[in-house]
DNA sequence: TCGTATCAGTGAACCGTTTAACTTCAGGGT
DNA sequence: ACCCTGAAGTTAAACGGTTCACTGATACGA
C-alpha cells in the first residue's frame, strides 16, 4: 500500500511558527488568542492535518468510542436497536462498536472481557447475573438495556417492565379463549432463567393457561424448525407466545410450511414489535424502540463524562392488536 | 467513576525481571526463550495484565479495526450484510466499526473522509463515481461490494453482475406478460445514475416493456408512501420491480393498504433476497450473501497484511421464483 | 512605583506499546 | 586459540498527540 503519509501537529506548529502544544490548544479553542486559532485553523486545513484520533486517544485516555454489545444481533429488533444506537451515537460524535453475543453467554463473557478502548458499553446482557458484570462494571460506564445487571452499579439501566409486558399478552391470549398456549423463549446456554421466564410460568398459573415452553434460538430458519415441531406434533396449542418478533416470524414460517392459517388454525403473539410485524399482522408488544436508543445513547455519554451517577429508566410496553391472534 | 488501573507491561517486566521489550515479545511468542515466555504469560495472568490496544495501535500502526460503510442501513439486506461482517472479522480477531451513510452521498463522502484509526475499509457505496475514493483508496486499502469505484485502485472488488440480475428479472416480468411496470431504486441524492438504472432503462426498452423510474428511500415507512402513490394513482402499472428487498416490503404494505392482492392485482418483484422474503413470498433476485461476506473479509484481511494486490470478484446472481409475480 | 493578576504561549513529561539496533554469551567449526 | 554464528535479551527511540507547570509580557489597581 502507498499509505500516503498525513500531516503530524509538529507539521502544523512548524508551518505557523507556533508550538505543537499551542496548535493542540488552538484546533480546540482553549486558552489561546482568537487570532491564533484562526491562524492554526487555516495551516491546519491546507496542510490536510486532522488529529490521529488514536494518538489522541492513548494521551487524552478518551477514545469517543463506545461499545455496544447485543444479546444476539439474529434479532431483527436487536438489529434495529444497534444501528439506531450508531446513528444516535455518531450525531453525537461517538463511533459505536458493534458486537454481538449471538444468544451464548460465554460469548458474551468473553466479548466483554476483552473490550478495551472505548469510553462506555451499552449492552443488552444475554446472562444478566453473570457475576463479571459487577467487576467490569466499576472499569467502565455500563448502561444495561433490558435485564438489570445483577449487583453491577451501572451507570445507567433502561429496564423493560418485561412484568407488565407478559401479563398484558398472557392476558390477552386468555381473553381470546386460549387455553393451552407454547411459550418459546430465546435459548441462553447455561443461564438461569430469566425473570422474566419466571413471571411466564406464575402468571399461566394464575391465569388457569397450560403452558410448555421451550427455548429457542433467534434467527428465522432455526426458530421455523422449532416451531414445526411444536405446530406439527399432535395436541398441538391453541397460541404460541414468542418472546421476540423473530422468533414468531419463523413461527409464522412453519405455519404456512404446513399449511396451518394464522390465526385460525394456530395464534401467533410477539414480543418487541418490529416494523415488518405490521406488514405481516403479527400482534406483538411494542416498546418503543426509538425512545430506548435516544435514552441509551444520553446516557451513556452522559456516564463517560461522569456528569451522571446513576440513574434507572423504565419502559412501559404497550399491546398492538392486529390480526395473528385469534378468538379460539 | 472509580476506572481500576489495569497492569501496564512495565509492571509485568518488574514482576519477572525481564525488559518492557522482553514482555512485549514473549507474549507474542518471539525472540524469547520458551521458557521464559511461560513464566511471562504466567506473570502476566496473575497480574490481569491485556496489552492496551490503543498504545499498541499507536506503536504498531495498526488497530485490527476495519471500517464497514454501509449504503444505508435502512435496507434489511445491508444490515444483514453489517452483522454478518461483523462477525466474520470478530472470528479472525478483528472490530468491524460500522457506518451508515443513510443513501446520502455527502454523509458518505464524510464518513469516509473523517475514518482514520482502520486498518481497511469495506464499502458499499452510494456514490461510486465520487472523486474522494480515488484519493482515499491510496491511504488504505479499500474492498467495495457491489459498484467498482471509478478509477480508484481498490484493494479488492466484489461486484455484482447487476447487468444479469436486471435482465432476468425484466426478461421474467415479460415472460409473465407484463408490459408497464414501475421501478423503484434506492435514493441517491445528487448522485449521477448507477449504470444498473441505465441498464434497466436499455433493457426494458429491447424486451418493449413500459416502465415508470422512480426513486424511493430505503426503508419500509417511506417506501409504503412512495408505493402508495404509484399504486393508488389511476393508470396503475402490472408490476413493480423493487432494486431491494426492504423497497419491495414498503410496496406490499401499500398494495395490503390498498386492498390490493399481491399478485392478482399488482405482481411485485425484489432485489437481494432477505430471509424474511421467503416468508412472505416475495420473489426476488438472491445475491449469495454469506459468499459475499466471506469473500470481502478474506480480502480487506489480506489486503490490510500486504499480501495481496488487486482482485476482483464477480457475483452472479439466481432468481428465486416465489408466489409475489403473477401473470397478467 | 511596585506588586500582582491575566493572557498567550512554551517546554517537557507522559500515555503504553512496538521495534530497530545493539550487547552478551555460549557453542561450533577450523 | 580464533572467528563466526545464532539465540536471548536489553536499550532507547519512536508513535502523535495532550497536559502540567512554567515564563514573559502586558495591563491594572493601589
Known amino acids: 500500500m502507498p499509505q500516503r503519509k498525513r500531516a503530524t501537529i509538529r507539521e502544523v506548529a512548524k508551518a505557523t511558527g507556533l508550538s505543537p502544544a499551542a496548535v493542540s490548544y488552538a484546533l480546540r479553542g482553549m486558552q489561546v488568542s482568537e487570532e491564533t486559532q484562526r491562524r492554526v485553523r487555516r495551516a491546519a486545513a491546507e496542510l490536510g492535518y486532522e488529529a490521529d484520533p488514536i494518538a489522541r486517544a492513548l494521551a487524552s485516555g478518551r477514545t469517543g468510542m463506545i461499545g455496544v454489545l447485543c444479546g444476539s444481533l439474529e434479532d431483527l429488533w436487536q438489529q434495529s436497536l444497534a444501528v439506531g444506537i450508531g446513528r444516535t451515537l455518531r450525531e453525537k460524535d461517538h463511533y459505536a462498536l458493534i458486537l454481538d453475543a449471538a ?3 460465554d460469548r458474551e463473557s468473553t466479548l466483554a472481557r476483552q473490550l478495551r478502548g472505548v469510553d462506555g458499553l451499552i449492552v443488552q446482557p444475554v446472562d444478566p ?10 472499569s467502565l460506564p ?23 409486558g407478559v401479563t398484558m399478552s398472557l392476558e390477552y391470549l386468555r381473553a381470546m379463549g386460549h387455553r393451552r398456549v407454547a411459550v418459546l423463549t430465546p435459548t441462553r446456554a447455561g443461564t ?13 398459573q394464575r391465569l388457569g393457561l397450560e403452558i410448555e415452553v421451550v427455548t429457542c434460538p433467534q434467527g428465522l430458519a432455526p426458530a421455523t424448525e422449532v416451531a414445526r415441531a ?14 421476540s418478533d423473530s422468533i414468531a416470524y419463523g413461527v409464522l414460517m412453519a405455519a404456512n410450511a404446513l399449511d396451518l392459517h ?12 418490529h416494523p415488518m410485524s405490521e406488514l405481516l399482522g403479527l400482534t406483538s408488544v411494542n416498546w418503543n424502540l426509538d425512545g430506548i436508543v435516544q435514552a441509551a445513547v444520553r446516557l451513556v455519554i452522559a456516564a463517560a463524562d461522569g456528569t451522571i451517577r446513576r440513574r434507572r429508566i423504565t419502559q412501559e410496553p404497550f399491546l398492538r392488536d392486529r390480526t395473528s391472534v385469534g378468538a379460539v
Chains 1, 2 share one sequence.
Open 103 to 105: 444468544g451464548d453467554p
Open 129 to 138: 447475573a453473570a457475576a463479571f458484570w459487577a467487576q467490569l462494571a466499576d
Open 142 to 164: 455500563i448502561v444495561v438495556i433490558g435485564d438489570a445487571l445483577k449487583d453491577a452499579r451501572t451507570a445507567a439501566e433502561v429496564v423493560f417492565d418485561n412484568h407488565s
Open 192 to 204: 438461569p432463567d430469566r425473570p422474566a421466564d419466571r413471571h411466564v410460568t406464575d402468571e399461566a
Open 230 to 243: 411444536i405446530l406439527g406434533g399432535q395436541d398441538r396449542p391453541t397460541a404460541v407466545f414468542c418472546f
Open 262 to 273: 394464522v390465526p385460525r388454525d394456530v395464534s401467533v403473539m410477539g414480543y418487541d414489535d
